[in-house]
């Protein structure tokens, strides 16, 4: 399984941005996928994440304001992320959960929050 995270970019306290996260390869294998986000010199943190049954779960520091979805027509996950805070700022990582529990990670895809 190969991730592809984009929508990334620089944006204003108060604003929006969609990630995307396109899945390829073994695809049919991916059951839960997730969004992580990481700032230098902590532990990557899970955001968000969705089931094959589109249960969600959301950290609760972004309830309210993050939104995920998957579109398996197009094998992507979706971020929605609105009223942006500068404690957003991270990189945020795409992870599917695959066959035989294996763990696959996007590249990340950074996220800047000005005041």
């Known amino acids: 399984v190969q991730l592809q995270a984009s929508g990334g970019g620089l944006v204003q306290a108060g604003g929006s941005l969609r990630l995307s996260c396109a899945a390829s390869?073994?695809?049919?294998?991916?059951?839960?996928m997730a969004w992580y986000r990481q700032t230098p010199g902590k532990q990557r943190e899970l955001v968000a994440s969705?089931?094959?049954?589109?249960?969600?779960n959301y950290a609760d520091s972004v309830k309210g304001r993050f939104t995920i979805s998957r579109d398996n027509a197009k094998n992507t996950v979706y971020l929605q992320i609105n009223n942006l805070k500068p404690e957003d700022t991270a990189v945020y990582y795409c992870y599917a959960l695959g066959g035989w529990g294996r763990h696959h990670w996007g590249q990340g895809t950074l996220v800047t929050v000005s005041s």
């Open positions: 390869g073994n695809i049919y294998s991916i059951t839960t």
């Open positions: 969705i089931t094959s049954g589109d249960s969600t």
